[in-house]
Nanobody
Framework: QVQLVESGGGLVQAGGSLRVSCAAS????????MGWFRQAPGKERELVAG????????YYADAVKGRFTISRDNAKNTVYLQMNSLKPEDTAVYYC?????????????????WGQGTQVTVSS
């Protein structure tokens, strides 16, 4: 069993930056591919960034490419999402998710564990 706890969300003006973190329990964090998803009101949950379990290979949705950076520190059991040049359309609840696999995946139901989410609000 893995527990994921997000932190670092908040309110920021457009053009600003935030870093959200996700701390995982357990001793096998390096075995999980990780993803950061977001869900805005009335919209489906979407993968914004993913990172493979060891190699560090990353994926970014087109909407955030060049602005967001996902990284992980397996020694600290933590995955990060650095968000720069934030836009009002980035406003959503951000969730981290863990998948017992090498690769991250676009499909939410293919993840095994989820955090509770952290709100990110970008004002114009």
């Amino acid at each position: 069993q893995v527990q994921l706890v997000e932190s670092g969300g908040g309110l920021v003006q457009a053009g600003g930056s935030l870093r959200v973190s996700c701390a995982a329990s357990g001793r096998t964090f390096s075995s999980y591919a990780m993803g950061w998803f977001r869900q805005a009101p009335g919209k489906e949950r979407e993968l914004v960034a993913g990172i493979n379990c060891r190699s560090g290979t990353t994926y970014y949705a087109d909407a955030v490419k060049g602005r967001f950076t996902i990284s992980r520190d397996n020694a600290k059991n933590t995955v990060y999402l650095q968000m720069n040049s934030l836009k009002p359309e980035d406003t959503a609840v951000y969730y981290c998710a863990a998948r017992v696999a090498f690769y991250s995946d676009l499909v939410p139901r293919r993840y095994d564990y989820w955090g509770q989410g952290t709100q990110v609000t970008v004002s114009s």
